[in-house]
């Protein structure tokens, strides 16, 4: 029997309404809150929530020395099209380049990594 219930992922970020906003994009979904906690209600899926973090520095990837902490894996049914979508709402890409495999790195507006995977 488990202990516990996962009850939401939270990202550390410098805005959170800006960060829950890009997410809610991405995702689909209603935003709510603002200032220093959000909460981003995806359909039929798990919850996000941002925090504000003052002196917010984004992981570096990939950077052996200094570890990512997590990433999230988002499923697609286009790879192309999604990328094009994210980098519209301002994405970075870390690891896109190889064409051949069934996923690609981006990095959201506060940096941290996520993958778009069409798995």
Do not use: I, N
């Not at 994405?91 to 190889?98: N, V």
Request: with cysteine.
């Amino acid at each position: 029997m488990a202990l516990a219930k996962l009850g939401v992922v939270v990202l550390d970020c410098p805005d959170p309404v800006a960060l829950a906003g890009f997410y809610a994009e991405v995702l689909g979904g209603s935003v709510d809150g603002e200032g220093d906690w959000v909460d981003l209600k995806v359909p039929g899926g798990q919850s996000l929530a941002f925090q504000a973090a003052p002196g917010f520095v984004p992981p570096a990837w990939p950077a052996p020395e200094h570890s990512q902490q997590f990433h999230l894996d988002l499923t697609v049914d286009d790879l192309d099209a999604a990328e094009r979508g994210v980098l519209a709402l301002g994405a970075k890409p870390l690891d896109a380049a190889d064409r051949s495999r069934g996923f690609r790195v981006y990095a959201d507006p506060a940096g941290h990594p996520f993958c778009l995977c069409a798995c």
